[in-house]
Nanobody, 117 residues
Framework: QLQASGGGSVQAGGSLRLSCAAS????????MDWYRQAPGKQRELVAR???????NYADFVKGRFTISRDDVNNTMYLQMNNLKPEDTAVHYC?????????????WGQGTLVTVSS
């Protein structure tokens, strides 16, 4: 199971850090993602961290957000700086395993981020 937390309300330019705590060993996942879904919009990938530590970011968060992982505490983070109103969304953490061309994923519950102008 994955448990996301850390959402809240901030003003534009502010920062938040989201956490995603795993009940087991997060290193069992091939990778972990943060997704978000704004009202009336499709869910979109925000950032990804793979087992080797490599990271990828959506263009709209590059330079502002940082994804990281604490293997000792089995927790993934998303540090969000310089937040913009368009970052307002429910954010979800996901752990996934890709094996033999089959993808299995585990989703945490969402945590709401609200950014006011």
């Amino acid at each position: 199971q994955l448990q996301a937390s850390g959402g809240g309300s901030v003003q534009a330019g502010g920062s938040l850090r989201l956490s995603c705590a795993a009940s087991g060993d997060i290193f069992s996942f091939n990778g972990m993602d943060w997704y978000r879904q704004a009202p009336g919009k499709q869910r979109e990938l925000v950032a990804r961290i793979i087992k080797t530590g490599g990271t990828n970011y959506a263009d709209f968060v590059k330079g502002r957000f940082t994804i990281s992982r604490d293997d000792v505490n089995n927790t993934m983070y998303l540090q969000m700086n310089n937040l913009k109103p368009e970052d307002t969304a429910v954010h979800y953490c996901v752990g996934w395993i890709a094996q033999n061309l089959v993808l299995s994923d585990t989703w945490g519950q969402g945590t709401l981020v609200t950014v006011s102008s």
